[in-house]
């Protein structure tokens, strides 16, 4: 179940990374970046989200580094629970003559149920990395 689920996190990871980047490299060349810490928080926070979310369940998988791996992972879902959350809010009422487009907020809560979908399985990596496994009985299964 372990692996499933930081294969599930890896992929939108992956996704949420390549979206970021077409997203930094469009607006890249028409606008200017300004460098006030709003802007600077933003991005780091955008280039930390996916970079936690492939690093996050590689580290889970291996025993050593299970906790911090399902840390990252946590927080990398975190960021991405953040931006989706803006998504929603931003996205279906950018249109110039402020309409709400329905296709736009169909898109921005798919990414909203995608990205909950994504907190709940780190939720589940961390919580199977920071204990060891106990039977019902509160004992340690044997390993």
């Known amino acids: 179940m372990k692996v499933i689920l930081a294969v599930f996190e890896l992929v939108i990871g992956l996704t949420f990374g390549s979206s970021v980047l077409v997203f930094f490299t469009s607006l890249a060349g028409i606008s200017v970046f300004e460098g ?3 802007g600077i928080l933003y991005w780091t926070a ?3 989200g996916p970079l936690l979310l492939v690093v996050g369940p590689i580290f889970a998988l291996i025993r050593p580094t299970g906790k911090l791996g399902g840390a990252f992972t946590l927080i990398g879902a975190a960021v991405l629970t953040c931006w989706a959350v803006y998504f929603v809010a931003v996205v279906p009422r950018a249109q110039p003559n402020k309409t709400l ?3 736009l907020l169909l ?3 798919v990414v909203l149920a ?3 979908a994504s907190d709940i ?3 589940r990596i961390w ?3 920071r204990s060891p496994a106990t039977s019902t009985s509160g004992r340690p299964l044997p390993t």
Do not use: E
């Open 36 to 38: 006030t810490i709003q």
């Open 127 to 129: 919580r199977s990395g």
């Open 114 to 116: 995608v990205a909950l």
């Open 101 to 103: 487009d329905t296709r």
């Open 107 to 109: 898109i921005a809560l």
């Open 121 to 123: 399985a780190a939720y």
């Open 46 to 48: 955008l280039g930390l």
